[in-house]
């Protein structure tokens, strides 16, 4: 089993590609590794000293490690962890605990701006995303006001308040004339 390597935006994660599905369908985001016992290979990832936050994609596994830990140190641990879950034949996800994210309902009389928001994150802005390791899901509509949430390596990324701002509020702007600011949401 060869695994790949990327970079992403953020210094302090990491993406790593192990040649097959990580997930069928959906992300699964572990902030800590609190929650983390439903997913075996997040459990045996997060057994390596130094790391933070695992994420995974359809493809892809996100790792943010601490500040004080070096890539050097920790990368050869967390292949190996790695590999050691897809030699054990164990699932990524336990049972039927997936973490799969979607974005949340949101019915009413914006139903149909939300419907718009949602349709052009999923189109346009969560497989940009996806490339650099990360996920944004919708979180709400209210008063032009669009709150998101980053997960992986877009969490704490120094350059996600710029993807914000820049990227995703003018895309949704330009399309989605209701829309006047977009924000992010913590977990």
Not at 77 to 92: E, K
Not at 118 to 124: G, N, T
Request: glycine share 12%; aromatic share 6%.
């Amino acid at each position: 089993m060869f695994i790949q390597t990327e970079p992403t935006p953020n210094p302090a994660t990491l993406k790593f590609l192990p040649g097959q599905t990580v997930l069928e369908t959906g992300t699964a985001d572990f902030p800590s590794a609190e929650g983390a016992e439903v997913s075996p290979l997040a459990a045996r990832i997060f057994g390596v000293e130094g790391v933070r936050a695992v994420f995974f994609g359809t493809d892809f596994v996100t790792v943010t490690k601490d500040d004080a830990v070096e890539w050097d140190h920790i990368k050869p641990a967390i292949l190996g962890a790695i590999m050691d879950h897809y030699q054990s034949g164990q699932p990524v996800m336990a049972g039927q605990a997936s973490a799969a994210s979607g974005h949340a309902e949101h019915d009413g009389e914006d139903g149909e701006i939300v419907g718009q928001i949602k349709e052009l994150l999923d189109s346009r802005v969560r497989p940009a995303v996806a490339q650099d390791g990360g996920d944004i899901t919708f979180h709400g509509f209210e008063r032009g006001v669009v709150y998101l949430h980053m997960q992986g390596a877009c969490a704490g990324c120094p350059s996600s308040t710029l993807t914000l701002k820049m990227g995703i509020e003018n895309l949704l702007r330009h399309y989605i004339p209701e829309v006047t600011e977009v924000r992010p949401v913590g977990v």
